[in-house]
């Protein structure tokens, strides 16, 4: 069992920035595979950004969307994963989830991971 706490959301100016937080703990947690999604209402669940776990090598993926303005980084000594979000646009307004997988096949797609949190909410007005 895996528990995630997303933490950082809140409002923000265009342009600005925010650093989402993710406390991963349970049963050997920093061996997960972790990514970030985000969601409207009345929209599916989108890919953000997600993190291969150390053992597959700790390597980045990113959305179109958001590559060269997101960055994601783990502290797997704190089972922290973080979202540093910059250049914020207002079509990224959502929630965003943390989620975990011990072993993403596809990692861009939400049905990937078996555990979520409960989603932080970012506001990004124009």
């Known amino acids: 069992q895996v528990q995630l706490v997303e933490s950082g959301g809140g409002l923000v100016q265009a342009g600005g920035s925010l650093r989402l937080s993710c406390a991963a703990s349970g049963r050997t947690a920093s061996n997960y595979d972790m990514g970030w999604f985000r969601q409207i209402p009345g929209k599916e669940r989108e890919f953000v950004a997600a993190i291969t776990s150390p053992r597959t090598g700790g390597s980045p993926y990113y959305a179109d969307s958001v590559k060269g303005r997101f960055n994601i980084a783990r502290d797997n000594a704190k089972g922290t994963v973080f979202l540093q979000m910059n250049s914020l646009k207002p079509e990224d307004t959502a929630v965003y989830y943390c989620?975990?997988?011990?072993?993403?096949?596809?990692?861009?797609?939400?049905?990937?991971?078996?555990?979520w949190g409960q989603g932080t909410e970012v506001t990004v007005s124009s």
């Open positions: 989620a975990a997988s011990s072993g993403a096949v596809v990692i861009t797609l939400s049905r990937s991971y078996y555990y």
